[in-house]
């Protein structure tokens, strides 16, 4: 079953930064393409941000230009960086394969931003 183990959340002012990383161990990350995902209250999971396994990169146009995302495939991590953040981005932030996720979700993690 893939394990995805996300952590870095946590409580941020309106314009602060936080970083976010996700490890799986259970498949061949090096050639998966991997994606950032964030769940609202009360709204759909959507996807944030893609990397491809050989590093290319898609933003969805809310967060373009402040989020960056990366890969690590010797620590099989991928991370979000995540810049002048607002109130609107508070959300479960999860990882998953890119566009095309497995069933087996992690528990994500929370970010917050305060006003």
């Known amino acids: 079953q893939v394990q995805f183990v996300e952590s870095g959340g946590g409580l941020v002012q309106a314009g602060g930064s936080l970083r976010v990383s996700c490890v799986n161990s259970?498949?061949?990350?090096?050639?998966?393409?991997m994606g950032w995902y964030r769940q609202a209250p009360g709204k759909q999971r959507e996807l944030v941000a893609g990397?491809?396994?050989?590093?290319?990169?898609h933003y969805a146009d809310s967060v373009k230009d402040r989020f960056t995302i990366s890969r690590d495939n010797a620590k099989n991590t991928v991370s979000l960086q995540m810049n002048s953040l607002q109130p609107e981005a508070t959300a479960i932030y999860s990882c998953?394969?890119?566009?095309?996720?497995?069933?087996?979700w992690g528990q994500g993690t929370q970010v917050t931003v305060s006003p």
């Open positions: 998953n394969r890119d566009r095309s996720p497995s069933g087996s």
């Open positions: 259970r498949i061949i990350f090096s050639s998966t393409a």
């Open positions: 990397i491809s396994s050989g590093g290319s990169t």
